[in-house]
């Protein structure tokens, strides 16, 4: 690899999921949701999600994007109207093996612990790996379907790898990236998704479950990202507050502002 200087890092919360991660030239961009507040998304009776905050950012101003990392297709808080028929525009899509295949074009399955890479200017390499979700607990592994998280690194890191969870829940598979990765900043997808029609589970990550998980990690920074814009969300900011607060992890959770870019200390 030629480059020896390291990739400067910013990193953009757009809203919900949707991240957008700059690493040198390269632009990499999580789960694309871009339609506007007050869509809802009907699945059945006494069964629908309702998007409740437009994207701080327009698809129209968001420009090129190299990669998407879509931890999951089939959800529409991952991946809304706005976001699917944007995917052939970006360079390729990193999914799951089931989503590629559903999604076809330009979309790659990626199996867990399998790496791509991905290729920038100057040299720049960054590997992605793809790694254990789950979303829900195990009896409801099946309906929900198959979801990825996300182990990206590349040359000149000083603090550890970047990981984004996806939608998961604490479980066994999850220790593993801890035993394989030092990671350095974690997007953690929080927000304890639950739906009624689901049962009394929740979808995703709890507060006190991500503020677990961090410690274990070992991080020096977590980002909170899917705990706010959409009704099924329950655990807002002021829970995640404190449930690192308990943890004694108050320092290293960092809020970014919606629709601004943020220096990242990689």
Same mark, same amino acid.
């Given at each position: 690899?030629?480059?020896?200087?390291?990739?400067?890092?910013?990193?953009?919360?757009?809203?919900?999921?949707?991240?957008?991660?700059?690493?040198?030239?390269?632009?990499?961009?999580?789960?694309? !949701?871009?339609?506007?507040?007050?869509?809802?998304?009907?699945?059945?009776?006494?069964?629908?999600?309702?998007?409740?905050?437009?994207?701080?950012?327009?698809?129209?101003?968001?420009?090129?994007?190299?990669?998407?990392?879509?931890?999951?297709?089939?959800?529409?808080?991952?991946?809304?109207?706005?976001?699917?028929?944007?995917?052939?525009?970006?360079?390729?899509?990193?999914? !799951?093996?089931?989503?590629?295949?559903?999604?076809?074009?330009?979309?790659?399955?990626?199996?867990?612990?399998?790496?791509?890479?991905?290729?920038?200017?100057?040299?720049?390499?960054?590997?992605?790996?793809?790694?254990?979700?789950?979303?829900?607990?195990?009896?409801?592994?099946?309906?929900?379907?198959?979801?990825?998280?996300?182990?990206?690194?590349?040359?000149?890191?000083?603090?550890?790898?970047?990981?984004?969870?996806?939608?998961?829940?604490?479980?066994?598979?999850?220790?593993?990236?801890?035993?394989?990765?030092?990671?350095?900043?974690?997007?953690?997808?929080?927000?304890?998704?639950?739906?009624?029609?689901?049962?009394?589970?929740?979808?995703?990550?709890?507060?006190?479950?991500?503020?677990?998980?961090?410690?274990?990690?070992?991080?020096?920074?977590?980002?909170?990202?899917?705990?706010?814009?959409?009704?099924?969300?329950?655990?807002?900011?002021?829970?995640?507050?404190?449930?690192?607060?308990?943890?004694?992890?108050?320092?290293?959770?960092?809020?970014?502002?919606?629709?601004?870019?943020?220096?990242?200390?990689?």
């Amino acid at each position: 690899m030629s480059q020896t200087q390291p990739a400067p890092v910013c990193i953009t919360h757009i809203g919900g999921p949707t991240a957008l991660i700059e690493i040198g030239s390269l632009r990499i961009l999580t789960d694309p !949701t871009f339609d506007p507040a007050g869509t809802r998304y009907v699945y059945a009776p006494n069964f629908e999600a309702l998007k409740q905050t437009d994207p701080a950012i327009a698809l129209s101003g968001l420009g090129a994007i190299d990669a998407i990392l879509l931890s999951h297709d089939q959800h529409d808080d991952n991946l809304d109207r706005s976001g699917r028929a944007y995917l052939p525009h970006a360079g390729r899509v990193l999914t !799951t093996v089931a989503g590629a295949h559903r999604l076809g074009g330009n979309a790659h399955g990626v199996a867990t612990w399998e790496t791509v890479t991905l290729a920038g200017k100057e040299g720049l390499r960054v590997q992605v790996t793809a790694t254990p979700s789950r979303h829900g607990p195990p009896e409801l592994e099946e309906a929900m379907g198959e979801v990825s998280g996300w182990i990206l690194e590349w040359e000149g890191q000083r603090h550890g790898a970047l990981y984004v969870s996806g939608d998961t829940v604490y479980f066994e598979k999850l220790q593993e990236i801890p035993r394989r990765y030092h990671v350095g900043t974690a997007l953690l997808h929080l927000g304890a998704a639950h739906f009624d029609a689901r049962g009394p589970f929740h979808l995703t990550f709890m507060a006190a479950e991500g503020a677990q998980f961090a410690r274990e990690l070992g991080v020096s920074t977590v980002i909170p990202i899917h705990y706010e814009g959409w009704a099924h969300l329950v655990e807002k900011r002021a829970e995640i507050e404190h449930a690192f607060v308990s943890a004694g992890l108050e320092q290293q959770l960092r809020f970014l502002p919606l629709g601004q870019a943020v220096v990242i200390d990689g």
